[in-house]
């Protein structure tokens, strides 16, 4: 079988993309969605949301930028809450999208090919959400180049030691490797719209983004090569970004922070929440827009599986964590962890072992995995239990620490909730932005995947 | 126009302002805005302080409206980088005063009063505004330590809301019209000698005031004088009356005290010379090398106090019960005869141990019986000391310090009768608030209008100047010369550091308006009288004390009440000047304090009342004043509102304190609103669980509930003085207590949901004890070194009681924000230094501990390497270094450090506004602004001077020469600040002790501050 390897791609190809479809069809459909379809209601609600939500979040940033993060509710021991949560969140949900570009293209997993694109763009997009946090979060915003290494008169550098500074350059590659790769991905599909656009404006438009793409075997060639490059450079991303952003807690000597055991288990559950953020995208989008012929159930049932296995490892890690708490015979360290699961914030430690750990089980289910509507609700607790697992680990953390006299609880505002939902609303903004201009499935790869794509034979 | 406040009729004045347009034209805006409708307008219009702060608002609401203020101004602040600075001149003196260096301050001597009792302090001077009390240390009531009060007042100074002009029915006077008015009414009493003349004042113990008063006495014999301090000793004068046939004054020594008892006093953080009790207590406490044994204290107390929480025995009785435990006491100490048992066990179960510890002691031992308890208790404990041998010893008796000793209830129940049958024409408040603090049945508030004409000198427009007529703005102390009396009788002078900021005049002054003087200001009333007193020249003198190096110490007489004159030893006229010279700098009449006299115990007075009292099921009700705005003279002071207070930790708010037991009984918890039902007058207030508190009673802080207190007052806390009755005014039985739907959110640093039991006791372990230090070796960071000086800071638990003082010194030093009632429930106060309380096993009559926690300026500091932006760094003098100006505020210091003693500037805390506010400022401290962290800096700004000063001299920077502000203002010397590379430094040597130990030594951050273990001396007897 190895060396017949055409078998095993005819076989899986049927699963990934329904039959019927040829060049044209698929270049047809989704260009559609961009160029001719109508508009559906769908987009203009989600649309018209998100720019509700977006207007709630620019309201909330001037009244930070006016009056000052007081108007959230983190006080004195709880200095992070809402922020730093979201933040980690957000860039955990990026990195479904990173995993499925750039390790599935490396590891040749052909079934990526259609949901690629809108997985990137959801990267970019979270990562740029995710961005808004550690830079409102400031007590002064508008300082937040000093964290930058620039030359300066004063003379005076970021403190290489603070985990804050390596989540700088982090964060900032990754969402530059992030741009860079969706957009390089992008410019044989802005090609395409650019010669099937009807409007001279829209022509030239989509002419300026697609930077002179003719589709010359040349430009096949280094742009195979270009894609390549990138997902080599942003596969060690989907390790490092989490791992780094992980360190913020592991470097710091906060009971249940302090743990060389995060960085995989960060790691994994944000694979974990970016699957169930495809997921979540996904499923609506297809049945609105009819792509069911190439978001296929075997798509699902993948992003299913993988979700499955990242949240075991998530259930893995839970269950170390407490296990390392106890086995340390560190008092303060058990007091975290014993604060955590029967101290004042209870509700929230078991609503997230509820949403990442006990419901989410139903995945080993193949009925359940194959049935989009239970995919779609299981990936929306997975989100909320991710977020959740965020608020715990820093929250609670932080909450009730060494000195007894110094703890407090930390209760949002609804400023906390306006800048959280905010960024939703900034998300789904620029993702039916992207829904609309931009071709969300990638044309050219989902060609690839076509039978009439292997005829030569040659490829892969 | 009787109305006490005139409304303003901002239409009619607009339209008057319109009639005007017509013919008539103004001059100038000055002639326009003369008119006092105009000026009104004017005020309604544009308010000082802009929106929110306005009587008719919430005032909570209005805080936050004044933060959103704040934040609008911070948009714009924000912006500040983009905008042009104004141009601002720096100008030289002309002629440069004597003595001042720009940059460097200047110290003054002078006092401030409590209950009319002085303690001296020293006021830092910069440039001619004061910005920072001290204590004197060369006086007998403050030995260099200050209180909280006295760390407060140069706030009081520069509030915005003081009284600015005098005025009358609402409208601007002069002081030339209020001198014309007063002379006129006086001459009306002249005709009838003065018989419709009262003059109601606080206690005065001022020699200068008393004079006036008698002068004025003279003036109109039938003029009355009277006295109401609603939180004075009333019941230790009866005791001591009771005890000795005659009023005396009583004042401790407990250097040498080995068995110390207090009954229901706090003698170590509130009275008149707290803070000289306290420096000995914690003198005879100290274990350390030559001084092996330790004293020991009993407290009996219903609430706990600082100290009760210094106590080896603490037992907790209802305020009634106090009474019967002393008289279980004087009998097993041989006085008198008693109940040695009773129904409630817990009264007597410690008497025969105590009273043996007692009794081997004697001539080393002391009762001290508490302000609020009744003369029966004052008595028996004379009679317990003298039994006990300490008598001149421990105890020392001398006539009574005040100018005219007056059963101040009595008094003003004298004025209430008069005002009530129409006899006063004429009513000169002098200070005070009695309309506020009057027991609530003589209704004062309503007599006082009965009153023809009311005149009110008060440093706010407060309750009781909204009834008067006149009301006048009095001088703060540090804008007036005056003087008082301390607890001993030392003759303390204050002088003025600054010009009154307003049209303010000292009571001195206006008591002047009164005699048929001509008008004079207060430096010569004051000299005139110490000169005369002096000189010897006056005729009839009221009597003075010997003074001066002329008279023999001790030799001084004075008489109790008014009587004749006192042989008054004169000296040499030509001293004066330098007599003056140097009592004014010193701050103190040297050699003034009264002579003891040893008084003897008439027993057959002594009546205690020895049935149990009986609760019936009611509760009984405690009144105390508070411990930090005290009767509510303080209210206005957002610092002493926002002080964390002594063990409760509650800020802005007054509680019904009740015990644990107390609150199962009545199904509430912490903020229940109760409904307090007492002789038929209610009270809303919410509970407060206080561990310690005793069972069956409810005690009530006053001074809280102000209608008209200023914008940090109006409206916080309840008003206990609603239910207190002249015939109880500190306990009685009969309180009850009903639960009511409401909640009340208090401002608390403190987090009422800790779980007691496994992680509390653990905890304890680990902070009292200390814990297994790592080695060196697990840090991967090379060691620092330091060349110079390595600055390090002991705190001795043994020695602090919890008073607080140095959270105020600190925010006063270093230009700490006051944040606000809402800001503190949302954990965002402010204090560079905090007292953190825990409580010790049972939650009924827990043990509780203090702990003062500056920065611990850690050797490897977690926070340090966190920061971003290089922000916090180590100084090569081992300092964390906080640098505001590169401070971006992502706030990660806080979150590791493991003391949590850093503070954020969520919004803009700081008033960069208010401009009597900008006169407060330390110049040697950076206001810092929104966005940044802020931490102890271990008075940074001290050290430099220090440093500086020293390197001027060629010389190392000498031990002790550096004072933090918190070290300065400790009454005990808890707090030790000094260099740890000379092994020869106090500091160094305290470190050495074997009771230091670094708080969460195992994290490995090797605090710079380390502690000295709390030491407790329990009586084996009890304890065995």
């Known amino acids: ?460 | 126009m009787s109305e006490p406040q005139k409304k303003v009729d901002l239409a009619g004045a607009r339209a008057r302002l319109h009639q005007k347009s017509g013919r008539e034209y103004w001059r100038s805006l000055e002639d326009l805005a003369a008119q006092p409708e105009f000026r009104e307008m004017i005020e309604r219009e544009f308010p000082r302080q802009a929106i929110g702060w306005s009587e008719d608002e919430d005032p909570v609401e209005g805080r936050r409206n004044f933060l959103k203020l704040m934040g609008a101004s911070l948009a714009l602040a924000g912006l500040s980088a983009c905008t042009r600075q104004p141009t601002e001149f720096i100008m030289p003196y002309i002629r440069q005063p004597e003595e001042l260096i720009p940059g460097k301050p200047l110290f003054f001597a002078t006092a401030t009063t409590l209950n009319g009792v002085a303690n001296g302090v020293l006021a830092e001077s910069h440039e001619g505004r004061p910005t920072k009390i001290e204590g004197n240390p060369e006086h007998p009531a403050s030995l260099g330590a200050c209180d909280a009060f006295g760390q407060a007042s140069v706030l009081q100074l520069y509030d915005p809301d003081r009284m600015q002009t005098a005025g009358y029915e609402g409208e601007i006077r002069s002081w030339g019209e209020v001198l014309g008015a007063v002379r006129q009414m006086l001459e009306e009493q002249r005709t009838k000698n003065g018989a419709g003349l009262r003059i109601l004042t606080e206690t005065i113990t001022s020699p200068t005031m008393a004079d006036q008063l008698r002068r004025i006495q003279q003036a109109f014999p039938a003029m009355k004088w009277h006295q109401w301090e609603p939180a004075g000793p009333h019941s230790a004068r009866a005791g001591a009356t009771m005890a000795f046939g005659q009023p005396v004054n009583t004042y401790y020594d407990l250097t040498n005290a080995k068995a110390i008892v207090s009954l229901d006093s706090d003698f170590l953080a509130s009275g008149t010379a707290s803070l000289r009790y306290a420096r000995q207590f914690s003198a005879g406490r100290r274990v350390r090398g030559s001084q092996p044994s330790m004293n020991r204290l009993y407290v009996v107390e219903p609430m706990p106090t600082p100290t009760g929480s210094k106590a080896d025995h603490r037992l907790p009785l209802r305020a009634a019960e106090i009474e019967l435990f002393a008289g279980a006491l004087a009998t097993a100490v041989g006085v008198g005869r008693g109940p040695q048992e009773g129904e409630n066990h817990e009264i007597y179960k410690w008497i025969g141990a105590i009273a043996r510890d007692l009794l081997n002691n004697k001539g080393a031992s002391l009762v001290i019986a508490g302000e609020c308890q009744p003369p029966s208790v004052h008595a028996l404990a004379h009679a317990m000391n003298a039994t006990l041998g300490n008598v001149g010893k421990t105890v020392f008796y001398t006539d009574p310090i005040e100018a005219r000793q007056v059963d101040q209830l009595a008094s003003l129940q004298n004025l209430v009768n008069d005002l009530d049958s129409g006899a006063v024409d004429m009513l000169l408040i002098l200070g005070g608030n009695p309309v506020f603090n009057a027991p609530v049945d003589l209704g004062l508030r309503d007599r006082l209008q009965k009153a023809g004409m009311r005149i009110r000198l008060g440093l706010y427009e407060d309750e009781t100047s909204e009834v008067c007529q006149w009301s006048l703005p009095e001088a703060h102390y540090l804008e007036a010369w005056g003087d008082a009396r301390a607890f001993d009788g030392t003759v303390t002078l204050q002088q003025p550091l600054i010009q009154p900021l307003y049209e303010g005049r000292s009571a001195m002054e206006v008591l002047q308006m009164f005699t048929d003087q001509p008008e004079l200001r207060g430096y010569d009333i004051l000299r005139e009288y110490w000169s005369s007193q002096r000189g010897g020249g006056r005729t009839g003198g009221q009597p003075v004390p010997a003074t001066g190096q002329a008279a023999a110490p001790g030799r001084s007489v004075i008489s109790p009440v008014s009587g004749p004159p006192g042989g008054a030893p004169t000296a040499p006229t030509g001293d004066f000047e330098s007599w003056w010279r140097r009592s004014v700098h010193d701050g103190l009449v040297a050699n003034s304090a009264l002579p003891a006299k040893t008084p003897a115990v008439q027993g057959q007075n002594i009546r205690a009342n020895a049935a149990e009292p009986h609760l019936g099921g009611k509760l009984e009700v405690i009144f105390r004043p508070d411990p930090t705005i005290y009767d509510g003279r303080f209210a206005n002071n957002a610092w002493l509102q926002e002080l964390p207070k002594p063990i409760t930790k509650l800020t802005w708010d007054n509680a019904a304190f009740l015990s644990p037991a107390t609150a199962h009984r009545l199904g509430v918890e912490t903020g229940v609103v109760l409904q307090l039902t007492y002789r038929g007058r209610t009270l809303q207030a919410p509970a407060w669980v206080q561990p310690g508190h005793v069972n069956g009673a409810i005690t009530l802080h006053l001074g809280y509930g102000r209608t008209r207190g200023g914008r940090a007052g109006n409206g916080m806390g309840f008003n206990p003085y609603g239910l207190r009755a002249s015939n109880a005014l500190w306990h009685d039985n009969g309180l009850e207590a009903k639960k009511t739907g409401a909640t009340h959110a208090f401002a608390t640093n403190l987090n009422n949901y800790i779980p007691e039991g496994r992680e509390l006791d653990t905890r304890r372990h680990i902070i009292h004890h200390g814990a297994e230090v790592p080695p060196r070796t697990l840090t991967l960071y090379p060691e620092w070194k330091y060349e110079g000086y390595a600055w390090g800071m002991a705190i001795d638990l043994t020695a602090c009681t919890g008073c607080s003082a140095c959270v105020v010194a600190c925010q006063a030093e270093n230009n700490i924000a006051v944040v606000g009632k809402d800001q503190v429930r949302r954990g965002r106060a402010m204090h560079w230094i905090r007292v953190d309380d825990y409580y010790h096993g049972d939650v009924n009559n827990p043990e509780i501990f203090n702990q003062p926690l500056p920065c611990m300026q850690c050797e490897d500091a977690p926070c340090e390497l966190v920061c971003p932006v290089q922000a916090t760094n180590h100084s090569s003098e081992g300092l964390n270094d906080m640098v505001y100006n590169r401070c971006v505020g992502t706030r990660y210091c806080s979150n590791n450090c493991p003391y949590k003693v850093r503070r954020f500037n969520f919004y803009l805390f700081s008033d960069w506004e208010t401009p009597s506010l900008k006169l407060l400022r330390n110049p040697d401290v950076t206001v810092r602004s929104r966005g940044v962290m802020e931490k102890c800096t271990y008075c940074v700004q001290r050290i430099n001077a220090a440093k500086i000063e020293s390197e001027k001299q060629n010389r190392k920077v000498r031990d002790g020469e550096i004072q933090t502000a918190c070290q300065a203002t400790c009454p005990t010397e808890a707090i030790v600040f000094g260099d740890l590379n000379d092994p020869n430094s106090l500091v160094s040597k305290m470190k050495a002790e074997k009771s230091n130990y670094a708080l969460l030594a195992d994290l490995n951050t090797r605090p710079r501050t380390t502690y000295l273990a709390q030491l407790r001396n329990p009586n084996p007897e009890i304890e065995g």
């Not at chain 1, 990173?98 to 970019?124: G, P």
């Not at chain 1, 490059?229 to 592991?250: K, Q, R």
């Not at chain 1, 893995?316 to 029967?342: C, I, K, L, N, P």
């Not at chain 1, 076509?450 to 005829?455: E, F, M, Y």
Request: aromatic share 16%; charged share 10%.
């Open chain 1, 1 to 460: 079988m190895p060396d017949n390897p055409n078998v095993v791609e005819q076989e899986r190809l049927q699963d990934v993309i329904a039959p019927g479809y040829t060049f044209g069809t698929v270049t047809d459909q989704i260009a559609a969605v961009v160029l001719t379809r109508r508009t559906p209601l769908f987009w203009m609600a989600c649309f018209g949301l998100g720019v509700a939500l977006l207007l709630l979040f620019l309201w909330s940033v001037a009244l930070i930028l006016a009056k000052g993060v007081g108007v959230w509710g983190i006080r004195t021991p709880v200095m992070w809450g809402f922020a730093i949560t979201n933040f980690v969140w957000w860039i955990g949900i990026g990195h479904a999208g990173t995993l499925i570009s750039a390790i599935l293209l490396l590891l040749n997993q052909k079934w990526r090919n259609s949901i690629n694109r809108f997985a990137e763009a959801m990267t970019l997009f979270a990562v740029a959400c995710a961005g808004m946090f550690p830079l409102l979060h400031l007590g002064r915003p508008w300082l937040f180049y000093w964290l930058f290494p620039y030359p300066n008169a004063m003379g005076v550098q970021p403190q290489f030691r603070s985990p804050l500074v390596w989540d700088v350059f982090a964060v900032s590659t990754y969402g530059t490797v992030s741009l860079l790769f969706w957009y390089v991905g992008l410019m044989p599909d802005l090609a395409t719209l650019r010669d099937r656009a009807r409007n001279p404006i829209v022509r030239y438009l989509y002419g300026v983004m697609a930077m002179g793409w003719r589709g010359s075997a040349r430009h096949w060639s280094v742009h195979e090569t270009a894609s390549l490059l990138l997902a080599g450079l942003a596969t060690p991303l989907v390790l490092s970004v989490h791992t780094v952003v992980s360190f913020d807690f592991t470097i710091a000597i906060v009971p249940g922070w302090h743990s060389t055991f995060f960085p995989p288990y960060f790691v994994a559950g944000a694979i974990y929440s970016g699957f169930a953020m495809v997921l979540a995208l996904a499923i609506p989008l297809r049945a609105v827009y009819g792509l069911q012929g190439l978001i296929t159930d075997r798509h699902l049932e993948n992003s299913g599986k993988l979700m499955l296995a990242t949240g075991e490892i998530v259930a893995y890690a839970y269950f170390m964590e407490t296990f390392t708490a106890w086995y340390s015979g560190d008092v303060f360290e058990q007091a975290a962890f014993w604060h955590r699961m029967f101290g004042p914030y209870a509700i929230t430690y078991w609503a997230l072992i509820t949403c990442n750990i006990i419901l989410p089980q139903a995945l080993w289910f193949k009925k359940i995995r194959s049935n989009p509507v239970t995919l779609f609700l299981i990936s929306i607790i997975v989100l909320v239990g991710m977020w959740l697992e965020r608020y715990v680990i820093i929250v609670t953390s932080l909450a009730q620490d060494f000195l007894t006299s110094s703890w407090d609880m930390f209760h949002a505002t609804r400023w906390d909730w306006a800048t959280y939902i905010g960024t939703i609303g900034l998300f789904m903004f620029l993702f039916f932005l992207f829904i609309r201009l931009l071709p969300m499935i990638s044309i050219f790869e989902v060609r690839t995947l076509l039978p009439q794509a292997k005829v030569a034979g040659e490829k892969s």
